[in-house]
């Protein structure tokens, strides 16, 4: 028997410390529902302790049994986890791909109906890159589990808001680097915000008009990378040179930054901007939002990384 909507108070979160994460928490958190968040480690979790509705559970979420006991007594499962680069410990295929079926197989085992997931824009079993491809997979390993379950998938753009990686990576290269090297300078983004984002995913919960659909999230503007950087270097109130790499060099320059310990961007992630980050879509209309823009919201939280912003937050921090 499926529970009805609004039999549905516990919410499992796994991936919830995380930049997206900790955005869709504190909605479910104020909307009131009773929140667990799975963590490898309660630390990376702390910052969602103090929210009344939250709970933080350490978990080893690629062991079948600690997951299937973690997720006891939850009425719906948000799956947020993902990584931009593998490792030896971490691969796509199990984050991406393996993941999403194990858990789907663990809610028809608990009669945890309603799963909502996250994967990305251009995922597909044809996509270049190994990131694209996974998510792929572990969309179509979700489908086979359709009539099972009520399951929504996400696919957004990229995500910019506070705490980001992307905006927050490029905006500390810009200050830091005389000349930005920008690979694949023409490849296009539909950057989405993470509070729209946020909002989707606590909408659809108890929304049936969202069962088994897939919605793909992006924001009201095309971007080329390198109009991308433009937007961040204003935001800054830094210019620098952009000199965009040929596909040759931005292949090369990623092969380079594999070989540092800080990741920033590997080869794999220049594959994935071998087809564009855009939406032929309108934002669903049955979230109600419009979404918003890259310039409304950016200097607000690269205003710190303004030297005017250094400035207050000095003062702030020296109570002067
Ligand atoms: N950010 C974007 O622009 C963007 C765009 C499209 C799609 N997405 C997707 O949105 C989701 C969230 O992205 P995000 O930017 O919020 O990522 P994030 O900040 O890196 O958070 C990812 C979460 O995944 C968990 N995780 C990472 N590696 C794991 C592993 N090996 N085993 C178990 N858990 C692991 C982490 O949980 P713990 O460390 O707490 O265990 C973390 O909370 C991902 O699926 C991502 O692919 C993001």
Redesign the pocket.
């Known amino acids: 028997m499926f529970k009805t909507t609004d039999q549905f108070k516990e919410v499992c979160v796994?991936?919830?410390?995380?930049?997206?994460?900790?955005a869709i928490v504190a909605k479910l958190d104020a909307a009131g529902y009773s929140v667990k968040?799975?963590?490898?480690?309660r630390e990376?979790?702390k910052h969602l302790i103090l929210l009344p509705n939250v709970q933080v559970e350490e978990c080893n979420?690629?062991d079948y049994h600690s997951l299937n006991s973690a997720l006891r007594g939850a009425d719906v499962v948000i799956?947020?986890?993902?990584?931009?680069q593998q490792n030896r410990?971490?691969t796509f295929k199990?984050?991406?791909h393996q993941?999403p079926a194990q858990l789907a197989k663990i809610c028809v085992d608990l009669n945890i109906t309603r799963l909502i997931h996250?994967?990305?824009?251009q995922a597909g079993e044809n996509a270049p890159s190994q990131?694209l491809r996974s998510?792929g997979a572990g969309e179509a390993a979700l489908h086979a589990f359709q009539n099972q379950l009520n399951i929504t998938i996400f696919?957004?753009?990229?995500?910019?808001g506070r705490?980001?990686?992307?905006i927050n990576l490029f905006a500390t290269l810009i200050k830091t680097l005389p000349v930005v090297l920008l690979a694949k300078p023409d490849a296009k983004f539909q950057?989405v915000w993470?509070e729209d984002v946020a909002s989707c995913f606590v909408a659809c919960i108890p929304n049936t008009a969202t069962y088994d659909k897939t919605y793909e999230l992006a924001g009201p503007k095309v971007y080329s990378f390198r109009e991308l950087i433009k937007s961040v270097m204003n935001a800054l109130q830094v210019q620098r040179p952009i000199i965009g790499l040929n596909d040759k060099l931005s292949y090369a320059q990623a092969f380079m930054m594999e070989l540092i310990p800080v990741k920033l961007m590997s080869r794999d992630n220049v594959r994935s901007m071998e087809i564009d980050s855009v939406s032929e879509q309108s934002f669903p209309t049955v979230f109600k939002i419009t979404p918003t823009a890259l310039e409304t919201v950016i200097p607000q939280y690269l205003v710190d990384q303004t030297p005017r912003g250094a400035y207050d937050r000095f003062r702030r921090t020296a109570a002067r």
């Open positions: 796994l991936g919830g410390s995380g930049f997206v994460g900790s968040v799975l963590t490898r480690r990376s979790a979420v690629a799956n947020l986890l993902g990584i931009l410990r971490s199990a984050i991406h993941l996250m994967s990305s824009l990131y998510k696919k957004p753009s990229v995500i910019f705490g980001d990686s992307f950057p993470v």
